[in-house]
């Protein structure tokens, strides 16, 4: 009888712990396939954004391991636009990037570079980044953010590359 209890208890430890590892290699898996999903995800549009503003959000991505976040966006119409450029000294049209589900942003003030791609291009066609400082890794790979214009206009769910 002991031996039996021993074999049993042997054998139930063997499956829990096997099935914790399956359970923990699903976990990953699904982790890894949402990311990936995320990696292809189409880069949304706002018409309003850009009728009101001039520009087209093209793509958000971390930089340097993770430390910089991009925002790329290319110049539809370089009048309507021109507030983020009037002053390259006030943040005051700057837009600032909030993470979808959560309560965490990065603000116009962790901007440390904003800067024309290229030179001899024409005012529309433009590309532009600017460049923010992602302090305590708030914004990671395969995230999804919303950029947030000064006057409230949001592009959302925009897929975060690496």
Do not use: C
């Amino acid at each position: 009888m002991p031996i039996a209890v021993v074999v049993a208890a042997a054998l139930f430890a063997t499956g829990l712990r096997a099935g914790v590892g399956l359970y923990e290699n699903y976990q990953q898996q699904r982790t890894q396939a949402a990311a990936a999903a995320a990696a292809h995800s189409p880069m949304p549009t706002s018409a309003r954004i850009e009728q009101d503003w001039g520009i087209r959000i093209t793509v958000v991505q971390l930089l340097a391991d993770g430390g910089l976040i991009e925002v790329r966006y290319l110049v539809l119409d370089s009048i309507k636009s021109s507030r983020l450029h009037q002053d390259s000294n006030s943040l005051a049209n700057i837009p600032w990037i909030k993470v979808e589900g959560t309560d965490l942003s990065i603000k116009s003030k962790s901007v440390m570079f904003h800067f024309q791609h290229g030179v001899g291009q024409g005012a529309d066609g433009r590309t532009y980044s600017i460049i923010y400082g992602n302090a305590e890794n708030v914004v990671h790979k395969f995230a999804k953010v919303a950029i947030v214009m000064p006057d409230g206009l949001e592009l959302q769910h925009v897929p975060v590359a690496g």
